[in-house]
Nanobody, 120 residues
Framework: QVHVVESGGGLVQAGGSLRLSCAAS????????MGWYRQAPGKQREQVAT???????NYADSVKGRFTISRDSAKNTGYLQMNNLRPEDTAVYYC??????????????WGQGTQVTVSS
């Protein structure tokens, strides 16, 4: 089966940086697209950054200029570089990958989420 595993979350002070990783594994032929989402306590899950098929990138207004999405296709791994973090960035961050399996079928797969906590 296909797995998506996130890492890189943690506790950081305001103004600090973190880099989240999203590694896809299993019966994978390739990763076509990837996105990052977050959900804070009492709030709805929101889209943070996406890299679509063809490489086009989109960012939420709240993170534009501070977060950068990237991907290493050879490693089937995506990244979210988060700079100048703010307390309002505190949330559980989720990775979603559009994966092509070895059987030629697509699989939209979510990671387990990783906690990012930004303190003042």
């Amino acid at each position: 089966q296909v797995h998506v595993v996130e890492s890189g979350g943690g506790l950081v002070q305001a103004g600090g940086s973190l880099r989240l990783s999203c590694a896809a594994s299993g019966s994978i032929l390739g990763v076509r697209a990837m996105g990052w989402y977050r959900q804070a306590p009492g709030k709805q899950r929101e889209q943070v950054a996406t890299e679509a098929i063809g490489g086009s990138e989109n960012y939420a207004d709240s993170v534009k200029g501070r977060f950068t999405i990237s991907r290493d296709s050879a490693k089937n791994t995506g990244y979210l570089q988060m700079n100048n973090l703010r307390p309002e960035d505190t949330a559980v961050y989720y990775c979603n990958a559009d994966i092509i399996t070895v059987w030629g079928k697509s699989s939209n797969t979510w990671g387990q989420g990783t906690q990012v906590t930004v303190s003042s």
